[in-house]
């Protein structure tokens, strides 16, 4: 076997053990229709996350971190995660709106794993914050839209939660007008956007 092929199996071997170690301890959130929304408990809000996933097999993981509102709880300048986090799985599913029911707070996505044929590959973000999002209670939550590129290699492909608030306020409003009605609109984008503070705003 060639160093080569070596190389790409010990990657392979290790983003496998790392998505296996992931899976066995997270949770699978479930994802739902605007018309299939469950009611929220009081320390809950929905998440309203637009997904184009490229047709792939992949999935994501998320952690909840320590915080006060938005205020993250730091430890040698790094966010402190809590146990509880999510698995959301996105195989199959056509590109569109999508809402999560998540506890009150901020979280983290940590990773998204997808494969290259039979060749697993994961992508850690766990110390970028344009990949955080916070949960306001009693609120639905717009944190951006997960794309996950068609075009891909072995060793890269290109995937980004897009912050698309502008663009998409006019047609979510419009969409769920019902729903807002009874909880409102609320930017749970990891990054400052000055724009989308402002409109959600009571």
Avoid: C
């Amino acid at each position: 076997m060639s160093e080569t092929w070596r190389h790409r199996l010990m990657i392979s071997l290790t983003s496998l053990l790392l998505g296996a170690s992931t899976l066995a301890h997270a949770q699978v959130a479930e994802l739902f229709s605007a018309e299939a929304l469950p009611s929220l408990k009081r320390s809950q809000g929905y998440v309203l996350i637009g997904i184009d996933s490229g047709d792939t097999e992949s999935f994501l993981t998320a952690k909840r971190l320590e915080s006060k509102g938005r205020e993250l709880r730091l430890e040698r300048g790094q966010p402190v995660e809590t146990k509880a986090g999510f698995r959301l799985d996105l195989a199959d599913r056509p590109k569109g709106f999508y809402f999560l029911v998540l506890r009150t707070g901020v979280y983290q996505i940590t990773e998204v794993s997808y494969p290259y044929f039979n060749l697993p590959f994961r992508l850690d973000t766990t110390t970028r914050p344009e990949w955080r999002f916070f949960v306001e209670p009693g609120k639905v939550n717009y944190v951006g839209r997960l794309i996950v590129s068609r075009d891909r290699s072995e060793n890269s492909v290109d995937v980004n939660l897009i912050n698309r608030f502008a663009a998409d306020y006019e047609d979510v409003t419009t969409a769920y007008a019902s729903l807002f009605q009874q909880f409102p609109l609320a930017s749970g984008i990891g990054i400052r956007d000055d724009f989308a503070e402002l409109v959600a705003a009571p």
